[in-house]
């Protein structure tokens, strides 16, 4: 196992333990499976373990699974507040304490604000005391690092990330989500601080291992690496020396044996220009079956509007590569739960973005085709609730 060293100096293992796909068994957490894995993963040098309040019953099978095997002390843990559940002060100590009390613990290594999207859901926290409350826990020793998990778009990331003195963060990245979400600039702007970063869907959810289209399967398997898609879409990852956990949500020995064999070999700047021009060939074959041809790059940025046009064609691609319920998740993310509204609707047709596309999209064209899709009537009122329950907003 390799490990990289934490914003204190503290080495985490480049492997982290992600908690949210443990394998179920009736209405819970196949315990029995899940500690064989778990335990495998710990024995092989992993020792960072990311769960959350919403996984159901992660923290408390992984609380009963380190109490029972006597390793505690050993591992470091990373849970996540709900804070779209959060009210007020008082919600805030509820929701911690309940998490400790999963997790048979006094205190968490590493906690995050859960799933944020914009800045006005960290601002929102911020009028309920969350910054003298985060002290108050970090001078008790009841929280050791403090940070946040982030969903939305590079913009946002890189406002929560300069507004507060951040221990650690979280994104999705991966080789396809290079230029979406906070991207490859955010990862860049954190590791500037001296922030280290989380990885989390390193694979896609799968897109980028078992569910790569067929002929990108035939084009790794015989190249001269040997690498297997994990593989690729993992050292990629490790390359970066901005990169400091990357969590994989291991559920078979199969799948930690592999994940920890590449954690033990990946080191920064092992790809060649080579591997990376392939990994571009893969990346292109991918995005063939994509709708628009838009690379993510933000050079159309900003709308006068503020509609946001690179997370609409992502979201609107997706439905396409993927399925389209991936779409939809990933467009209530990054745009409908953005605190300005950034919908293709507000499109007043003026031209301005076209200017600067580099791939010469009909971005007027194509934009209200895209909403046709994302937003068909029967999930106009779903955004609606989602911006009154999570942003408080219209
Ligand atoms: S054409 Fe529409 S999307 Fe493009 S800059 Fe103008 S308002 Fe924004
Ligand atoms: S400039 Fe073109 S390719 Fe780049 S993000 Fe905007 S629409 Fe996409």
Redesign the pocket.
Known sequence: MLYRNDKHGEPLSILGYGCMRFSRKGAGVDIEKTERELMAAYRSGVNYFDTAYIYPGSEAALGEILERNGIRDKVRIATKLPQYLVRNKASLDKYFDEELSRLRTDRIDYYLMHHLTDIAQWERLKTVGVIDWIAGKKASGAIRNIGFSYHGNSDNFLKILADYDWDFCQIQYNYMDETTQAGVAGLKAAAARGIPVVIMEPLRGGKLVNKLPEDAKKLMAGHHRGWSPADWGLRWLWDQPEVTVVLSGMNSIEMVEENVRIASEATAGAFTDDDRAFLRQILGIIRSKEKVGCTGCRY?MP???G?D?PGIFASYNTMYTESKVSGWAQYFQAVALAGEPSFAS?????????QHCPQSIP??EK?PEAERALLPWYIKPLVKLGRKFLLRKK
């Open positions: 159309c709308c006068p509007k509609v046009i507000q499109c007043i047709k003026c031209g301005k973005c076209e971005i007027r934009l």
